[in-house]
């Protein structure tokens, strides 16, 4: 799932593909939310996106599982991104 992350200040901070290590047969996420900010693959994981409460330039990206699953991302990081 492609995805550009955007800050609470309204900039895009990172772009990348979310949930790369799902099996293919997964298909497309459930949003869980009305804020496109959480996306839901059945009982396989759960991916949260917010803006963090301590610093106005971070993303916090959080993947849940009731399994011991390995949940991976791909980033794509330029002169412009801080990690």
Not at 2 to 29: C, E, F, I, W
Not at 69 to 81: I, M, Q, W
Request: one cysteine or more; proline letters at 2%; charged letters at 20%.
């Amino acid at each position: 799932m492609g995805k550009t992350l955007t800050n609470k200040l309204t900039v895009d901070r990172l772009s990348g593909h979310l949930g790369v290590s799902l099996p293919g047969g997964m298909g497309a996420p459930v949003e869980c939310d009305d804020a496109g900010s959480c996306f839901e693959w059945g009982d396989y994981g759960i991916l949260q996106i917010s803006n963090s409460t301590e610093h106005d330039h971070c993303i916090r990206v959080e993947w849940q599982s009731n399994f011991a699953r390995r949940l991976e991302d791909c980033f794509y990081f330029d002169a412009s991104t801080h990690w």
